[in-house]
């Protein structure tokens, strides 16, 4: 039986001491190993130098210089995007802690003047219904021409 | 081997020293480029190729655990690469003594015409190519390649010898024998 394989490891020095032994062995006595060994020793001799003759076309170390300087500044970009939202969070952190009990006062007065404007809104509509209805409705009818006439102005720009 | 300039090299790359990775393209671009080129059979490819691997591996570079394992590190990005791009590939040609995966060959007409060893690797399948680069190009050992491409020492030894058989045949073929 021929050693397929193992001719081929024993062509590239991998084999063990007595494997190596065992193929001499088997050489010594077979013709056709013989030749088919050297015609490998020849086939990986002329594969390697016709693949070795192959350069690599010019520049090419200046090009890939250039693609990794892109690389950087795509990279840095990237960055840029983490950076400017944690910047804002932090100016925003710090004007809340500058300003905080003034927005907090501005706040309290705000919700007053609702709360005030709600009592007598109620007190309005309680003590002059009718006034109250008339001033519905005519606010009812601004909005319905206002949205009415946006909608016409929107769609003859559109066009 | 990794001499110890090299280890220092690779180091300084992997601390984002970017003259140390530059030198580092220098040493090594004509291996992955020669291995692109004998997977992919198109020195365009070869070059787009090459030159995305040594992107890839600045990205990662510090990633690498052992500075003697780059080079097998680099070739495995290589090669990955090219076998992606050759599954990319849509338009196959398929003849009876090429395999599915093989590279479409133009100077294949006419089998009386002596072949060139690019054109007889061109036939064969992706892994013989891929084994027979690794091994008789790039030098490694049968345990580096088992490691680089995840798998057995076994195959690796059968896979080499089928290649080397295929390779053979062609390179027979193509000489007129």
């Known amino acids: 039986m021929h050693p397929d394989d193992e001719l081929s490891a024993y062509l590239d020095g991998e084999l063990s001491r007595d494997e190596r032994a065992r193929i001499d062995a088997h050489l010594e006595d077979c013709s056709s190993c013989q030749s088919l060994l050297e015609q490998l020793m020849e086939l990986k001799e002329t594969f390697s130098s016709a693949m070795f003759a192959i350069n690599e076309p010019d520049g090419f170390e200046s ?27 932090m100016l925003f952190g710090l004007l809340a802690l500058a300003f905080g009990p003034l927005v907090l006062h501005l706040m309290q007065g705000v919700l007053a003047i609702g709360r005030a404007l709600v009592y007598t809104i109620s007190f309005a509509v309680v003590d002059m219904p009718l006034f109250s209805g008339v001033a519905v409705m005519i606010s009812l009818i601004i909005l319905i021409a206002s949205i009415l006439s946006l909608r016409r102005l929107l769609r003859s720009t559109a066009v | 081997m990794v001499d110890e300039e090299l280890s220092r090299i690779i ?77 990319q590939r849509t338009k196959v040609v398929e003849t009876e003594d090429m395999p599915k995966d093989s590279i479409p060959d133009l100077h294949a007409g006419d089998p009386s015409l002596k072949i060139s060893m690019q054109e007889a690797l061109a036939r064969l399948s992706v892994d013989h190519r891929e084994i027979l680069l690794l091994h008789d190009v790039r030098g490694f050992r049968y345990e580096e390649i088992a490691e680089l491409t995840g798998i057995p020492m076994g195959t690796v030894k059968s896979r080499l010898f089928s290649a080397r058989m295929s390779l053979r045949k062609i390179w027979n073929k193509g000489e007129g024998e």
Not at chain 2, 27 to 33: N, Q
Not at chain 2, 34 to 49: K, N, Q, S
Not at chain 2, 69 to 79: G, K
Request: overall charge positive; proline content about 1%.
């Open chain 1, 63 to 89: 090009r890939v210089a250039q693609a990794i300087a892109r690389e950087n500044r795509v990279r840095n970009l990237g960055m840029l995007w983490l950076v400017v939202p944690m910047l804002a969070a």
């Open chain 2, 11 to 87: 180091d300084r790359a992997r601390q984002g020293d970017q003259n140390a990775f530059a030198e580092l393209v220098v040493r090594y671009k004509g291996h992955v480029f020669r291995h692109a080129y004998g997977m992919l059979g198109d020195r365009g490819e070869a070059e787009d190729a090459a030159q995305e691997t040594f992107i890839k591996a600045y990205l990662a570079i510090r990633s690498l655990g052992d500075v003697h394992a780059f080079s097998s590190w680099l070739m495995r990005i290589v090669s990955n690469l090219c076998k992606d791009k050759l599954k």
